[in-house]
């Protein structure tokens, strides 16, 4: 079994309904994410579009997490997700210099790293993550990558030369897919990032979780 | 920071979390930095016990002493620096051989062993020839010690700048400027000419080649990968351009010039400015490569 995330971007509409889902599922503290959306205006007035992203940990097959944590913290389990052992990480950051999406962070309570894991707990109890359960448009599919048959793999079937996965270049080998994105959604660098002027805040840097 | 928009698509982010700040800082920097002298004055001590064994005998103790401090700041630094410092232990019992941390962590820790062996035959045995046989394994791990940052640098695939090849020159490079400098500071008036004539040469060329190293990712870098172009923005007009060049000059253009002019006077007091400077200024230099590609958005 190989799990996978695949979000359809035509379909999201930028609630935020996984972000808090996540959040709220997985006790996330405040200033951290698991999960969230980006937003990306493109065009000029008034031939605009907004466009939404959601972001979270990729679950790569060649995970450098995994690799450069020097006490297995993060480690692969049976069905493909890249766990955390938040009882056994000793918190040197390396998997957040490690990871290219930007998907582990410092948890200011625990001291430890943190990133989503595809809500393991409840995939070990037969349940979606909660991300999935809370999208009102469907756009998040989670399911096995190995079999065929499953809704993931027949939505990457149909969608052939239209499903991408972030930062290919890195070697990662990501099993979290997006149909439907464009360069401006799924590369950094393609998008200009202001200085102080998210719509919901004037925040642009926060000090790393924790006691430094 | 915008690279590869077009006016098209003006594309621009509205709405996103924050950016982290500097999740390695100046306690990582002075890892390194400490790291590089604790190293570096054992290379140097190894080379002049073997080319001028009579005339810098009384450098065993000291070198040793400098070592010992200098690893210990080091491993003081990387303890701080874990959000869960009392759980370093863990390296040695869950060890993931992947990492480079684990592997720096058990060379170190042999390292120092050896450090106190050799303190030992000195010290209370006064033994020379036992100071000397460990000398040469102590040589032997000091170099995966002082490479082993860059490894883990290489592993950190987010940050495109830090690659293992320049990297590990770099910190062996370092290691040779630290270890000179410190060298030449400790052993003042007491070497000949011949000696301190060697030191800078080995000053100079160190900071000549880690210089041109610095110099060809700066120019060079950014014509392979997008990233590493935004990141050395950051110093080529960015927020960290004048830190960087302070870094640059201080580091190595300071102690060429200063070698090149005593060697050419046969003049030799200038050296120890020149180990000053390369001391402050590879702090600097190693702080900005350190935090400029962590500015950069991973998402």
């Known amino acids: ?212 | 920071m915008v690279h590869e928009t077009i006016a098209a698509t003006n594309a621009i982010v509205v709405l996103d979390v924050p950016l982290p700040g500097i999740v390695w800082g100046w306690i990582i920097t002075m890892n390194m930095w400490a790291k590089s002298i604790g190293t570096g004055i054992i290379f140097i001590t190894f080379f002049l016990l073997k080319k001028y064994p009579e005339q810098t005998g009384f450098i065993r103790f000291p070198a040793v002493v400098i070592s010992i401090i200098f690893i210990h700041l080091f491993l003081f630094f990387t303890v701080i620096d874990l959000h869960q410092m009392f759980r370093f232990w863990h390296i040695f019992f869950y060890p993931h051989l992947t990492s480079a941390i684990t592997i720096g962590a058990w060379m170190a820790t042999g390292f120092v062993g050896l450090l106190f062996a050799m303190a030992y035959a000195i010290y209370l045995k006064k033994d020379e020839a036992m100071y000397d046989k460990y000398l040469g394994w102590t040589v032997f791990l000091a170099i995966p010690v002082t490479l082993y940052t860059a490894g883990l640098m290489a592993e950190s695939t987010a940050r495109e700048l830090w690659q293992m090849p320049t990297e590990s020159a770099q910190m062996i490079l370092a290691a040779l400027l630290a270890g000179t400098a410190a060298m030449l500071l400790l052993g003042g008036n007491k070497f000949s000419d011949a000696i301190k004539k060697d030191l800078g040469i080995i000053l100079g060329l160190s900071a000549f080649s880690a210089f041109i190293l610095y110099m060809a990712e700066y120019i060079f870098g950014g014509m392979k990968a997008e990233e590493v172009a935004a990141t050395l923005d950051f110093i080529k007009g960015g927020e960290y351009t004048i830190m960087f060049w302070i870094g640059q000059i201080m580091a190595f253009i300071v102690p060429m010039v200063l070698v090149w002019m005593s060697i050419k006077k046969e003049s030799y007091y200038l050296l120890k400015i020149a180990a000053v400077s390369a001391l402050v200024g590879l702090w600097v230099a190693k702080h900005v490569w350190l935090v400029i590609p962590q500015l950069l958005n991973m998402s």
Not at chain 1, 18 to 38: D, F, G, H, M, Y
Not at chain 1, 106 to 118: E, G, L, N, R, V
Not at chain 1, 130 to 141: D, H, K, L, Q, R
Not at chain 1, 148 to 157: A, D, E, L, R, V
Request: proline letters at 7%; one cysteine or more.
């Open chain 1, 1 to 212: 079994m190989q799990l996978g995330f695949l979000v359809d971007l035509r379909l999201c509409m930028g609630c935020k309904g996984c972000e808090i889902a996540c959040k709220v599922e997985n006790e996330v503290p405040l200033s951290t994410w698991r999960l969230r959306v980006k937003y990306v205006d493109v065009g000029t007035f008034p031939e605009t579009r907004r466009t939404f992203t959601p972001l979270r940990c990729n679950h790569c097959a060649n995970a450098p997490c995994e690799r450069i944590c020097p006490v297995s913290a993060l480690h692969y389990i049976e069905n493909g997700i890249v766990n955390i052992d938040k009882d056994r990480c000793i918190g040197c950051a390396g998997c957040v210099m490690a990871c290219p999406y930007g998907a582990i962070y410092i948890d200011p309570q625990t001291q430890t790293a943190d990133k989503c894991t595809f809500c393991a707990h409840r995939v070990a109890s037969s349940m979606m993550p909660s991300c999935v359960v809370a999208c009102p448009v469907e756009a998040n599919i989670f399911g096995d990558l190995d079999d065929p048959m499953s809704n993931i793999s027949k939505y990457i079937q149909e969608h052939q030369g239209n499903v991408q996965v972030r930062k290919p270049e890195k070697g990662t080998d990501p099993h979290h897919f997006y149909v439907g994105g464009g360069n401006v959604q799924l590369n950094p660098l393609a998008s200009f990032r202001g200085e102080g002027h998210n719509l919901f805040n004037k925040l642009t840097h926060l000090p790393l979780g924790g006691h430094h």
